[in-house]
């Protein structure tokens, strides 16, 4: 199994600052056609998920462009370029490369 | 509206057994990868299981094989999954999730759509 770990497990940011949350992958999830399989989600309390970003680095319509994610093989990240209040949540990131499919433990991001 | 909509949560006792359904509309079901995604409580993400657009391709995590089966009815838009000799590490809000597919149908694909889940709860 492809084991996904995130850093930090909570973050606090002031408004208008720059969070950055971090997903290393066991084994590279770079396939042969140059894709990262790998996405990120966003999960308000007692919310579903919500997919921001695919392919390491595209972003879902309609996600704000302060969200970017970037990476390659085993190391991505997630960025934010200006914390909003509406962004907190947590955020997972998943791979889609093997079977489990599987995810971060999620990181917390809070407003400091 | 895509939507997808869950049902049939419920608090069971250990080796019971739970249907739980999913009401796919606004979009053609029939050509999508779907999938049963977990959360348990103030935990993080497990997937569960996916199924191929036409049924015949399963796949699941080790910890339901032998006790969980995805299915899918395309006429009716629906995707269900039979949980039997439920365990009390089941507990969790299980999702009906949507595999995108702008790159062409796959499992290996990131989760576009989400219900808003079921509680199921298994204890004595």
């Known amino acids: 199994d492809i084991v996904m770990t995130q850093s930090p497990d909570s973050l606090a940011v002031s408004l208008g600052e720059r969070a950055t949350i971090n997903c290393e992958s066991s084994q590279s999830v770079l396939y042969s056609n140059n894709k990262n399989y790998l996405a990120w989600y966003q999960q308000k309390p007692g919310q579903p998920p919500k997919l921001l970003i695919y392919w390491a680095s595209t972003r879902e319509s309609g996600v704000p462009d302060r969200f970017s994610g970037g990476g390659s093989g085993t190391d991505f990240t997630l960025t934010i370029s200006s914390l909003q209040a509406e962004d907190v949540a947590v955020y997972y990131c998943?791979?889609?490369?093997?079977?489990?499919?599987?995810f971060g433990g999620g990181t917390k991001v809070e407003i400091k | 509206e895509v939507q997808l909509v869950e049902s049939g949560g419920a608090l069971v006792q250990p080796g019971e057994s739970l249907r739980l359904s999913c009401a796919a509309s606004g979009f053609m079901f029939g050509i999508y990868w779907m999938n049963w995604v977990r959360q348990a409580p103030g935990k993080g993400l497990e997937w569960v299981a996916s199924i191929h657009p036409d049924g015949r391709e399963k796949n699941y995590v080790d910890s339901v094989k032998g006790r969980f089966t995805i299915s899918r009815d395309n006429a009716n838009n629906s995707l269900y999954l039979q949980m039997n000799s439920l365990r009390v590490e089941d507990t969790a809000v299980y999702y009906c999730v949507r595999a995108e597919r702008r790159d062409g149908p796959s499992c290996y694909r990131a989760f576009d759509i989400w219900g808003q889940g079921t509680k199921v709860a298994v204890s004595s």
């Open positions: 998943q791979q889609y490369y093997g079977i489990p499919l599987t």
